[in-house]
């Protein structure tokens, strides 16, 4: 099955770019999807880029996707203390309905 | 503000017992899918339901159970409760139309197995 890594910790300053990482092991993934946590609360859809996209950009979020190397970027400009939480990436399948597979989560923890 | 709500937001069993956690659907939306989030992971799809039939399902054992309503609202049974079924629980709607969409997420109802 679809297997999603993302590493597990960000410190970054308020102010600087954070970037998140992410990498999934099945091609035929068609929809990737960044969704935020914050403690206590649901998931909140960010952003999404669909596979056939090299970027995608949105105010301070910039999403790169690497087909050939099945990585996927979160950039973050200008990093603020509203930014600390728990980001996930996610990839959904061709045919598969909508089911969504996420990774482990990056905790961003961003410093003054 | 997504607009699915779930009930309630926390609860608290002992093993072997049994659960319903419900979750309301944005209006319009024919899909709904359930995932478990166990502490420190990401979520894991538990199962999916499309105009109240089930449509795909995770690897969960079959004492996890689902029904979904023509009013938009849908239930997550699980029986015989085990210490590992604590977890936060989210669900999900979309509307249903396409195979690929956008999916709006509950806030979650926090479990804890004793």
Known sequence: GEDVEQSLFLS???????????????????????????????LQLLTYI?????????????????????HLSLRIADTQTGDSAIYFCAVSLTGGGN?????????????L | ETGVTQSPTHLIKTRGQQVTLRCSSQSGHNTVSWYQQALGQGPQFIFQYYR?????RGNFPPRFSGL?????????????????????????SSPGDYDQETQYFGPGTRLLVL
């Open chain 2, 52 to 56: 109240e039939e089930e449509n795909g």
């Open chain 1, 99 to 111: 089911k969504l597979t996420f990774g482990t989560g990056t905790q961003l923890k961003v410093e």
């Open chain 1, 50 to 70: 669909f596979s056939n996209m090299d970027m995608k950009q949105d105010q301070r979020l910039t999403v790169l996707l690497n087909k050939k190397d099945k």
């Open chain 1, 12 to 42: 970054v300053r308020e102010g600087d770019s954070s970037v998140i990482n992410c990498t999934y092991t099945d091609s035929s993934s068609t929809y990737l999807y960044w969704y935020k946590q914050e403690p206590g609360a649901g």
């Open chain 2, 68 to 92: 979904q309503f023509p009013n938009y609202s849908s239930e997550l049974n699980v029986n015989a409760l085990e210490l590992d079924d604590s977890a936060l629980y989210l669900c999900a």
